[in-house]
């Protein structure tokens, strides 16, 4: 580049406009578009909230547990330098073209003119990172060799009507030839939530302590899941929460990421653990246990914390795989969730879907749960890798298949075969109805009908806002029923009041106390916001959608303990016909005992943490 031998130098700074971790200083790659951004250019930033050098702490003064406030205040973000070389790694870099025929007199200052309160600016200086603030000045020397920035980001997009993102920063030179300016900008990188077709990495599940039966059957979970796990040809071993003994591992925490492309051209990527909107103690285990080097965690800062709203936990968000359809692209997936349409105005957290929204690439889809009990997408809804040219297909579950199994057995004169085939646990006895009592009950059949409709119109939305047609959904049978923890006839309540009672360990009371309480309480709050009476319904036999994708063809589902006819398990048969006929090996681990009569199944109680490597800019 020519400069003129007369008046101000010309300025040029630089930033990774086209994102391929160089910032290009001697050709003209990285200069389109430096002061614009849109998803597929523009130069990006990661929120620096990992903990490289591990140096935040869990407790305070004495071993006192610290505020959840504190806790989350913590990062490395939170300091005024670069915590060694880990952490340099995660600063995007800003430079600034070297300048020839500068006078002797001139010095360069640095400026961030937007988002200054969201960031931090480091300059390279003699092999070190020096903290950029109003007072630093660049010598004529410097601004002859080039200088070099990194750039992070004090916190992820929370609210982009607050705060978009965006960065601008500004190096002005001034001498006795007059000033002379150049900006770049940069957009922190977007939070992302995963989606089926990234693959599976490591498996995440509570461990409960204790030596009563209840306690040993969940480890037992545990060890079949790790098994499973390393059949699928998982390497990393599982995470376990110990601490807390909260077993729905899918909800107080939702794994998140940020990624660029760094220095060295590969993707730095930097997992973030989304705390429930919730005040759930378990939340606290995320910064305790996993955030670290490239873990972060992030919570909400507002006043769902003090609240148990279900629909804040996380089992209620799903994301659909990238698409693009009627003019609408979602290289990254889009996320569901589910509201209460039932009039009762429930939706899950404003500041949680604010920013989630903000982020610019995923803007969730509501879909009514008003229907469930627990009110959770994963109750009905999956997504599942396809070798299709979408790449991946609808898992829908299908009462009006469930029904229709029991039809056709009872047409077959397997009327009189018990509905359930899961043998007694101490001395709770197996439920003992038969397939014709089940049909002939007086909401069986009414309320699988209901969430049949439920299920169809929430269908329609996803077919409609992604263009999916009935070819790539994969029905799943599935039975519900309106049976409700505090409600006589449910089979549920014998477990759970035992497991609340004493003589159990502290996980198992836990356990039972808070799913025969809070669930309880929840149905009620929710029955009493709606307009009109609300029927509530939860799974019958095993939700089979809410299993685990282990990997790209391989699904773990919970056992069916259907009725059994001719030997064989008749939901068993007509689940694994659903799974293997969209192309995937589908096997079962019991969860009866541990998580379907609290309401959940074997999804609800596990998490995922998926590769998160790819460009989420392209589709």
């Known amino acids: 580049m020519a400069y ?26 990285d200069t389109a578009g430096e002061n614009t951004w849109t998803v597929g250019r523009g130069a990006v930033f990661l929120p620096n909230i990992d903990d490289d050098s591990r140096r935040c702490p869990t407790t305070g003064t ?34 600034s073209v070297p300048l020839r025929n500068l006078p002797s007199d001139a010095r360069g200052s640095v400026k961030v003119t937007s988002g200054a309160d969201r960031s931090r600016v480091f300059l390279l200086r003699n092999g070190a990172w020096e903290l950029v603030t109003s007072q630093t000045r660049l010598t004529r020397a410097e601004l002859r060799a080039g200088v070099e920035f990194g750039v992070e980001g004090k916190d992820v997009i929370r609210d982009s009507a607050a705060w978009d993102g965006r960065v601008v920063l500004r190096l002005k030179v001034t001498s006795s030839s007059g ?13 992302l ?40 040809g998982i390497t990393k071993p599982l995470i376990t929460f110990e601490k807390y003994g909260d077993i729905w591992a899918q909800d107080f925490v939702e794994p998140a990421y940020l990624n660029m492309t760094g220095p060295d051209g590969k993707q730095r990527t930097m997992r973030v653990m989304l705390r429930s909107a919730q005040d759930r ?37 799903e994301t659909i795989p990238p698409y693009a359809h009627n003019g609408r692209s979602f290289p990254a997936g889009r996320i569901i969730m589910g509201e209460r349409k039932d009039g009762s105005g429930v939706r899950p957290s404003k500041e949680i879907r604010t920013m989630l929204k903000s982020q610019g690439l995923q803007d969730p889809l509501l879909l009514d749960t008003s229907w469930l009990h627990v009110g959770h997408v994963d109750e009905f809804v999956q997504f599942l890798p396809a070798d299709t040219p979408r790449g991946w297909r609808i898992g829908i579950a299908d009462p009006s298949a469930g029904l229709q199994l029991l039809r056709d057995a009872q047409r077959d004169g397997h009327g009189a075969k018990k509905m359930f085939s899961v043998p007694g646990f101490e001395d709770l006895l197996p439920p003992e109805e038969t397939i014709d009592e089940a049909l002939a009950s007086r909401y069986l059949v009414k309320d699988n009908e209901m969430a049949a409709r439920k299920i169809t119109a929430n269908l329609e939305i996803l077919k409609k806002e992604t263009g999916v047609t009935e070819d790539e959904i994969v029905r799943v049978p599935a039975l519900y029923t309106r049976g409700i923890v505090g409600d006589s006839a449910d089979p549920r309540v014998p477990l759970l009041r035992r497991l609340g009672g004493e003589g159990t360990s502290e996980a198992a009371r836990k356990y039972g ?18 307009p009109a009476p609300t029927v509530m319904t939860s799974a019958y036999v095993p939700g089979a959608v809410n299993g685990i994708l282990l990997s790209r063809d391989r699904y773990l589902a919970p056992r069916q303990w259907g009725p059994v006819v001719g030997g064989k398990d008749i939901f068993t048969e007509a689940v694994t016909a659903a799974y293997t006929g969209a192309g995937m090996n589908i096997s079962y681990v019991d969860d009866w005992y541990t998580y379907h009569l609290g309401m959940g199944e074997i999804h609800c109680g596990t998490n995922t943490l998926r590769d998160a490597s790819g460009l989420w800019w392209k589709p």
């Not at 007369?6 to 040029?12: A, F, Q, S, V």
């Not at 972060?296 to 209620?316: C, I």
Request: proline share 4%.
């Open 179 to 191: 000033s002379t300016a150049d900006s770049v900008t940069l957009r922190a990188a977007p939070l």
């Open 62 to 95: 004495g071993g006192r547990p610290l505020s959840d406030a504190k806790l989350a205040a913590c990062n490395d973000a939170s300091d005024q330098k670069v915590n060694g070389r880990a952490d340099a790694a995660d600063l995007a870099r800003v430079r």
């Open 281 to 317: 103690e378990a939340g606290r285990e995320l910064f305790e246990k996993l955030r670290g080097p490239n873990v972060g965690v992030v919570q909400a800062k507002g006043r769902d914390m003090q609240g148990w709203e279900t629909l804040n936990s996380y089992g209620n968000l």
């Open 193 to 232: 939530t995963h989606h089926a077709l990234q693959n599976t990495q490591q498996l995440m599940v509570t461990k409960v302590a204790g030596n009563d039966p209840w306690a040993k059957r969940q480890r037992a979970f545990v060890k079949k899941l790790e098994k499973e796990s390393q059949a699928a």
């Open 513 to 530: 106390q808070q799913q025969f309480r809070e669930n309880a309480e929840d149905a009620e709050g929710a029955r009493a916001a709606a």
């Open 4 to 29: 003129a031998e007369e008046g101000p130098p010309r300025i040029d700074l630089r930033a990774d406009v086209n994102r391929d971790g160089k910032v290009d200083v001697t050709d003209a790659t």
